[in-house]
């Protein structure tokens, strides 16, 4: 193979590189949009489902079919009770729609912790060095702890980085609102809409806010939708959000006023987060330059001086 042939193959790849690099963002904003009418419809029929079937007071939230939904639930809520409606909620708050999806979390909270304590066992019982009774339990009841927290963890990770991307999202959305809201459009109109555009930028948000409009439009009691809402979300500013609406219709204050107030609150929450996150970042750089900056700066400094102190002797 020449080297012509070889320029040539290498400029190829190159150019087909690039190509997918332009084409992958608006292939994922397509993906996204997709996958955001997907649950949105899948739940626009569950409750229309639901509302023909009489039992739209019982339906929950979720995207998957109304009797799957109710019969999962039930059988879950008779074996689990309050614990299992905790779990349940932070399922949705992690963006778990399915209704088995807490008895598969309080399983693997149950048998993790045997495997984990099953495996330390293994490794002590193959270790050649002499392990006292007292350090066995120790790390056996240790690996138990770990095994029953980890599901947990990933769990409030989840959740957490779901919360962190609402929060940054949902006051520029609360503009948008107040702007539909004072043209004029209904609440679910309203709602649908922000929706809508926000789908690119922020498909979790997008996600929780169609579900919401679809629960608004299906169901008769609009306090629900945005009690589920701030159950789903899980957030401070979801919650405020959903008491400030329903506090605006019950005694008949204006809405966009209530938006307004809550946008101005949450852009303020927001900016005190960054100015937490940024007055604690200098602590935390201390053990990385002392680690990693400063040696560099005294072999930079002192290497001269040390080569000509050799190159004297």
Same mark, same amino acid.
């Given at each position: 193979m020449d080297n012509e042939m070889i320029i040539t193959l290498v400029s190829a790849l190159l150019a087909a590189v690039s190509f997918a690099a332009f084409a992958l963002p608006f292939l994922n904003k397509t993906e996204k949009k997709d996958r955001y009418r997907s649950v949105i419809e899948k739940r626009r029929k569950d409750l229309y489902q639901a509302v023909?079937?009489?039992?739209?007071?019982?339906?929950?939230?979720?995207?998957?079919?109304?009797?799957?939904?109710?019969?999962?639930?039930?059988?879950?809520?008779?074996?689990?009770g309050d614990m299992g409606e905790k779990v349940r909620d932070k399922m949705l708050q992690a963006g778990i729609r399915s209704p088995k999806a807490p008895m598969k979390f309080m399983i693997a909270q149950a048998v993790l912790p045997l495997v984990f304590a099953a495996f330390t066992m293994f490794i002590l019982s193959e270790t050649e060095k002499e392990i006292s009774n007292v350090m066995t339990l120790v790390y056996i009841f240790g690996a138990v702890f770990v095994g029953y927290k980890?599901?947990?963890?990933?769990?409030?990770?989840?959740?957490?980085?779901?919360?962190?991307?609402i929060s940054l999202t949902f006051p520029d959305s609360l503009?948008?609102?107040?702007?539909?809201?004072?043209?004029?459009?209904?609440?679910?109109?309203?709602?649908d809409r922000v929706a809508e555009e926000i789908a690119e930028h922020s498909p979790i948000l997008?996600? +929780?806010?169609?579900?919401? @409009?679809?629960?608004? %439009? $299906?169901?008769?009691?609009?306090? /629900?939708?945005?009690?589920?809402?701030?159950?789903?979300?899980?957030?401070?500013?979801?919650?405020?959000?959903?008491?400030?609406?329903?506090?605006? +219709?019950?005694?008949?204050? @204006?809405?966009?006023? %209530? $938006?307004?107030?809550?946008?101005? /609150?949450?852009?303020?929450?927001?900016?005190a987060t960054a100015e937490q996150k940024a007055a604690s970042l200098p602590p935390k750089l201390t053990v990385p330059m002392i680690l990693f900056f400063l040696p560099a700066l005294f072999v930079i400094i002192l290497g001269p001086a040390a080569i000509s102190f050799n190159d004297v002797k």
């Open positions: 023909r079937d009489g039992s739209a007071d019982r339906v929950k939230t979720d995207n998957v079919s109304a009797a799957d939904n109710m019969a999962a639930l039930y059988k879950f809520q008779k074996l689990a980890l599901p947990d963890v990933l769990i409030k990770n989840t959740i957490l980085k779901r919360q962190e991307e503009d948008m609102m107040l702007i539909c809201v004072q043209g004029g459009i209904g609440l679910e109109q309203t709602v997008a996600e +929780e806010l169609g579900l919401l @409009s679809a629960e608004m %439009a $299906m169901l008769n009691d609009r306090r /629900e939708a945005l009690q589920d809402f701030a159950r789903r979300v899980g957030s401070g500013g979801a919650k405020s959000f959903a008491t400030a609406l329903i506090q605006a +219709e019950q005694y008949g204050t @204006s809405i966009s006023q %209530a $938006m307004r107030v809550m946008s101005e /609150e949450l852009r303020d929450m927001r900016m």
